[in-house]
């Protein structure tokens, strides 16, 4: 294990040069992780590119670790997935994100949403649908201010099942986005099959977005198709104006990245709405 970029502990980057012990350690610690309340969420805005203001904000897990400190999800996330503790995590994680949705539109954010990232185990798993229900009811969420993420490859690991799933959530009413969109096998063939609601234009297009001009045409291309199918695109990891200025050329609907605003406390995300009205 090492220490990287901000003080974030990761673990299971070098798993082959890392003492196993350690490894063990670490997931035994993040096993009782949520018992004692070392697991929360912050939230990154997600901006309107036509200027309208915030329009979502999508929610992140952030693990705290007693002697390590904050821990990065890309190195707890796959050690979960790997456990099946994302399961009950991923419950957990959806619940409070609604309580705070809840709260936000209590607060006077009426038309509030939040985006929640599902893992591959949690998509696949049988109960997904009724707790989703449960929840929903639980804090009188409209179904629609509700995003569920899916990554690319979740979706096309079984497509046939996916399209199945993703049925149902629509049934629920819940909004569909597929995150990482275009870092996976994706077959257009399943895509028009796929009842979502939007794509997310992964951050490595957006990175060279000023410098490539092949991740102009793959951004071009993404937002042509997305206009074809009737979905939303959202850039993710906009960091330079330059960036923002192109891919709201590029017509994609909403924007998400450091330029625009980190992921930060439920509190302080609401003071933001105001802010955006006002800009
Ligand atoms: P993701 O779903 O693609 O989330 C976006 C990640 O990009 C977040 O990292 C966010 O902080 C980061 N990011 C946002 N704007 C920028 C930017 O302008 N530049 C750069 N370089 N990065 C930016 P984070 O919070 O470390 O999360 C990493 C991944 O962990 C997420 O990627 C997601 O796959 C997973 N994850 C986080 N929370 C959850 C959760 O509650 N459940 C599940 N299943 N996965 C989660
Ligand atoms: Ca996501
Ligand atoms: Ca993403
Ligand atoms: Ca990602």
Same mark, same amino acid.
């Given at each position: ?12 980057? @070098?798993?082959? *040069?890392? *003492? ?10 993040? #096993?009782?992780?949520? /018992?004692?309340?070392?697991? @929360? ?14 329009? &979502? ?22 050690? =979960? ?17 609604? &309580? ?11 038309? =509030? ?36 993420? %899916?990554?690319?490859?979740? =979706? ?14 629509? #049934? ?13 096998? @994706? ?5 028009? #099959?796929?009842?979502?609601? /939007? ?18 045409? %793959? ?24 960036? #923002? ?35």
């Amino acid at each position: 294990a090492k220490s990287s970029g901000r003080n974030t502990y990761r673990f299971f980057e @070098s798993s082959m *040069n890392d *003492n196993v012990y350690e490894q063990l350690r670490l997931l035994q610690d993040f #096993r009782i992780a949520l /018992e004692n309340d070392q697991l @929360s969420l912050v939230y990154q805005p997600i901006y309107d590119s036509r200027g309208r203001g915030l329009a &979502s904000a999508e929610a992140l897990l952030r693990w705290t670790h007693p002697d390590h400190g904050r821990v990065a999800p890309d190195s707890f996330i796959p050690m =979960a997935e790997r456990t099946g503790l994302i399961v009950p995590i991923g419950e957990w994680v959806l619940d409070q994100a609604c &309580s705070q949705l809840r709260c936000w539109q209590d607060a006077g954010w009426k038309d =509030a949403r939040v985006a929640v990232n599902l893992s591959a185990m949690q998509f696949s798993h049988s109960g997904l649908v009724e707790m989703l229900q449960t929840i929903l009811d639980r804090y009188r969420i409209k179904p629609e201010s509700l995003t569920l993420e %899916i990554t690319e490859t979740t =979706a096309m690991q079984n497509a046939e099942t996916s399209i199945v799933i993703l049925h149902k959530l629509r #049934r629920l009413g819940v909004r569909i986005a597929i995150d990482d969109f275009g870092t996976g096998y @994706s077959s257009l063939l399943y895509l028009k #099959r796929l009842p979502v609601s /939007e794509l997310k234009i992964d951050r490595g297009f957006v990175h060279d977005l000023t410098l490539q001009k092949e991740d102009v045409a %793959i951004v071009e291309a993404v937002v042509t198709l997305a206009n074809k199918l009737g979905l939303s695109v959202v850039a993710e990891g906009v960091e330079t104006t330059e960036q #923002r200025d192109l891919l709201v050329d590029l017509g994609c609907d909403y924007l998400q990245g450091y330029l625009l605003g980190r992921p930060v406390h439920a509190e302080t995300l609401l003071g933001l709405v105001t802010e955006g009205t006002r800009a």
